[in-house]
């Protein structure tokens, strides 16, 4: 194969490079912030994409901006002096931890959605749990010389585009209700730590060796979900509150 010119290659990297940094030079607000992380890694997604699991990051976004109003009603109905408008909210701005409330039972539906979310991107666009379901066709618009390093980091990062907006939005909700993120993920644990309990007593020693691989694996993806959320936490955080400032307002004195 002779494999796309080298322009289209070009472009395809340059977008790939520009997804990290189109985030960082948005403004700070909830709204224009999370466009811009959506649609940074859409395009990425896009361009990874060979069929109709090009629409799923398209409404998974919908669906998160979905959540958040409807977190954002929620509060209103329940009269809850924390809400703020979502226009209003900003990322930079760091919370006192005076205004931190305590847990509610609300919060145990929060973490329960973002679980929920978390599953959703793993398993949307089919069963991602073996290397064998991957299309190398597509990083053709990338590279088309075998490159197994290269290769395997595309398609990882492009497993990973739907947990970093199920992240951000989650990263939303956790300031709109004025809520400290260990709290949710207090949570969160709790809730990993039950379904790996009925994982494990899932576990096969018996039968074939698929269903026998495909029970261990199950409890183990359970398991490392709350360390691999963890390190999605810090991504998702430099992606919502840094920005790249390449010059400063001068204040003159009068």
């Not at 990338?142 to 492009?158: E, Q, Y």
């Not at 698929?210 to 691999?228: K, N, P, Q, R």
């Amino acid at each position: 194969k002779t494999g796309l010119p080298l322009i289209n290659q070009i472009v395809s990297w340059t977008t790939l490079a520009s997804s990290f940094l189109v985030p960082l030079l948005s403004p700070t607000r909830v709204v224009p912030r999370l466009l811009s992380i959506f649609v940074s890694l859409m395009s990425t997604y896009l361009l990874l994409s060979t069929g109709y699991e090009a629409l799923f990051p398209l409404v998974l976004s919908c669906l998160m901006f979905v959540w958040i109003n409807i977190e954002q009603e929620t509060l209103q109905s329940s009269g809850n002096s924390f809400k703020q408008k979502l226009s209003s909210i900003d990322f930079s701005c760091s919370t006192d931890i005076t205004q931190f409330r305590q847990l509610s039972v609300d919060d145990i539906r929060r973490s329960f959605f973002f679980v929920f979310f978390i599953v959703t991107a793993f398993f949307g666009t089919g069963n991602i749990a073996s290397i064998n379901s991957f299309d190398p066709s597509s990083v053709y618009c990338f590279l088309t010389v075998f490159s197994p390093f290269v290769m395997g980091a595309l398609m990882m990062w492009k497993i990973l585009i739907p947990f970093v907006l199920v992240m951000c939005a989650f990263e939303t909700v956790q300031i709109s209700v004025q809520l400290s993120s260990k709290s949710l993920f207090l949570i969160v644990l709790v809730i990993s730590d039950i379904m790996a309990l009925h994982f494990f007593f899932l576990v096969k020693d018996y039968g074939s060796w698929l269903d026998i691989g495909t029970s261990i694996s199950h409890y183990v993806i359970v398991m490392s979900m709350t360390i691999f959320l963890m390190l999605l936490s810090g991504l998702a955080q430099v992606l919502t509150t840094k920005k790249i400032r390449f010059w400063r307002t001068k204040h003159h004195a009068t």
